[in-house]
């Protein structure tokens, strides 16, 4: 198992542009969600999804998409990239409750750059 | 919502000595409690977790300790190594539903050789 994947590992972008960070888990996984971290701000939650065609919003999700089509895939799409949105991503996912086991899982990250 | 905070947000330990990490949550409902560690430049990595009907839970070196009345639960990393310097993560689970996860600020604990 590859377990939780992302890319780009790196992306720099212009203030205006937009973009899609890829997310990608070969454990079946029901639940997949999508963090930013900043400095001082630990981990939190932009959008989650707890199967497939099922997302909602977490914590911050401003100025940021997410469809959930198939359960292996969870992109994060950034509409129109503001200097804010500068942050390392961190995508997640976990079997779900009636697996018997709340381990969640991440991948190792994209950091993303604003101009 | 749940809200989880941390402390303290940086600690240094001498190498062989132990280290406590304390975190406290606000829903009651909340009923599951995983450490993480991160180290830099990766994702974070579980590396104990404790349900609401276990008060402590051992794994060699580490230990989670979780008192349900008063909302809050420790780690505790005993016989400090080098290896072990890294950024750790305390969460808590709400259930029913929505069962998002939700993080403290994080320790960046530092061993001192």
């Known amino acids: 198992n590859a377990g939780v994947t992302q890319t780009p590992k790196f992306q720099v972008l212009k203030t205006g542009q937009s973009m899609t960070l890829q997310c990608a888990q070969d454990m079946n996984h029901e639940y997949m969600s999508w963090y930013r971290q900043d400095p001082g701000m630990g981990l939190r939650l932009i959008h989650y999804s707890v199967g497939a065609g099922i997302t909602d919003q977490g914590e911050v999700p401003n100025g940021y998409n997410v469809s959930r089509s198939t359960t292996e895939d969870f992109p994060l799409r950034l509409l129109s990239a503001a200097p804010s949105q500068t942050s390392v991503y961190f995508c997640?996912?976990?079997?779900?409750?009636?697996?018997?086991?709340?381990?969640?899982?991440f991948g190792p990250g994209t950091r993303l750059t604003v101009l | 919502g749940e809200n989880v905070e941390q402390h303290p947000s940086t600690l240094s330990v001498q190498e062989g000595d132990s280290a406590v990490i304390k975190c406290t949550y606000s829903d009651s409902a909340s009923n599951y409690f995983p450490w993480y560690k991160q180290e830099l430049g990766k994702g974070p990595q579980l590396i104990i977790d404790?349900?609401?009907?276990?008060g402590e839970k051992k794994d060699q070196r580490i230990a989670v300790t979780l008192n349900k009345t008063a909302k809050h639960f420790s780690l505790h990393i005993t016989e400090t190594q080098p290896e072990d310097s890294a950024v750790y993560f305390c969460a808590a689970l709400e259930p029913f539903g929505n069962e998002k996860l939700t993080f403290g600020t994080g320790t960046r604990l530092t061993i001192i050789p």
């Open positions: 997640a996912s976990r079997p779900g409750a009636r697996y018997g086991t709340d381990t969640q899982y």
């Open positions: 404790i349900r609401s009907n276990v």
